[in-house]
Every structure is written in C-alpha cells, then in structure tokens.
Antibody, heavy 117, light 109 residues
Framework: EVQLVEAGGALVQPGGSLRLSCAASEFTFSRYWMTWVRQAPGKGLEWVANIDQVGNEKHYVDSVKGRFTISRDNAKNSLYLQMNSLRAEDTAVYYC??????????WGQGTLVTVSS | QSALTQPRSVSGSPGQSVTISCTGTSTDVGGYNFVSWYQQHPGKAPKLIIYEVSKRSSGVSDRFSGSKSGNTASLTISGVQAEDEADYYCCSYAGSPWVFGGGTILTVL
C-alpha cells in the first residue's frame, strides 16, 4: 500500500522558517510528480506547489512564491517544502500527495504548521 | 488564481440523489478536462473519488459520478448513504497552478 508520511510541522514565530518532509514508500517515487496541499483550520484545501519527477520543473501558488521552495531527493524517496518568511496566514495542515493522471491519488496524514508569536 | 465556486452545503435523505456543482472559468474548469473530486471526512486526509471529470478512482462506489458542461463541473451521488456525509472538494488544472473549490458540506438527513 502506498504510504506518504509528513513530518516537520511545528509552532514557529512570524518571519521564521520551517522545513517539511514527506517520506514515500511502496511505490516508485521517482516516476511521479508530487504536490503539497494545505488546509487552514476550518477552511478548504489550497494547492501550494508541485514538482516534476526529477526536480527540474516546479510550480507555486502566488501567495508562496519567493518564500517557499519545493524539492525532492529520489535516492531517499523524500519530498520537501522549505518555508521561509512565514506568516500567520500560512498556518495550516500541510499534506503531501502523489500526482497521478491529473489528480492527487494518495495523500499523507498531514503535518500542522502554526505561525504565531 | 481564484478558488472555484461550490455551494457551501447540500443535504439529502438516504436513497436520494444529490449534486454538487463546481463553477470556474474558461481558464480552468472550462479549458481542461482535468477536474477531480475529493471526499474528506473530519480529521482525515482527502480521498480521490473522481478524476478527469468523470472517471471513478479505484474502489469508489458507482454511486459517485462526475460530469462537466462549459465552466461548471458536477459531482452526483446517487442513493446517498450515511457514510457519504463529508466535505467534498473539486479541483481543476488552471495552467501551471491547480485550483480547488471552497468545499461543500454534505449532510445526510
């Protein structure tokens, strides 16, 4: 069974940084685009960023451009999200998901990022 | 990158059919056949139920169906059951980014 396990969520002050990770298993990680999606408390889903199979093509939602960086290490079957200059509005559960046929077919359980002083 | 428009809530009695709409523009829903739908129960991760407008994900009941007309996609649940009570989100390709709908709460009466 495909597994995606996020880690790295924490309480961080505004302006701070955090690096999320997502460990993938039970599928050939290097064959898939991967995505980060977030969900603010009590709110809907928001697509954040995605990355191609080898890490060359990356896309971001406008609100995180210049602050967040998505990356991957295929040797470690891991996806990352480096988040800098964090704001209160970045507070959310962050999910990693596998891209498949223009959709996200497997999701992790999420990791909570809280930006507050 | 505006969110797609979904009704905030819908409801139905067991056995009834319910339809959730997802309205975008010609640059997202209307421009591509890459609409997907996700079901999310409280405290759980989203689950893919429909992809490419109308294709059911593996293991998803055939009570779930998807369609699209112009800039509006729809998810129909036939014979709604208590276990279908959840939040539902549409998602569409919109060029480089993807965009989700605001979500719809389905209540089974």
């Amino acid at each position: 069974e495909v597994q995606l396990v996020e880690a790295g969520g924490a309480l961080v002050q505004p302006g701070g940084s955090l690096r999320l990770s997502c460990a993938a298993s039970e599928f050939t990680f290097s064959r898939y685009w991967m995505t980060w999606v977030r969900q603010a408390p009590g709110k809907g889903l928001e697509w954040v960023a995605n990355i191609d199979q080898v890490g060359n093509e990356k896309h971001y939602v406008d609100s995180v451009k210049g602050r967040f960086t998505i990356s991957r290490d295929n040797a470690k079957n891991s996806l990352y999200l480096q988040m800098n200059s964090l704001r209160a509005e970045d507070t959310a559960v962050y999910y990693c998901a596998r891209d498949w046929l223009w959709a996200r077919d497997y999701w992790g359980q999420g990791t909570l990022v809280t930006v507050s002083s | 990158q505006s969110a797609l428009t979904q009704p905030r809530s819908v409801s139905g009695s067991p056995g009834q059919s319910v339809t959730i709409s997802c309205t975008g523009t010609s640059t997202d829903v209307g421009g591509y056949n890459f609409v997907s739908w996700y079901q999310q129960h409280p405290g759980k991760a989203p689950k893919l139920i429909i992809y490419e407008v109308s294709k059911r994900s593996s293991g998803v009941s055939d009570r779930f169906s998807g369609s699209k007309s112009g800039n509006t996609a729809s998810l129909t649940i036939s014979g709604v059951q208590a276990e279908d009570e959840a939040d539902y989100y549409c998602c569409s390709y919109a060029g480089s980014p993807w965009v989700f709908g605001g979500g719809t709460i389905l209540t089974v009466l």
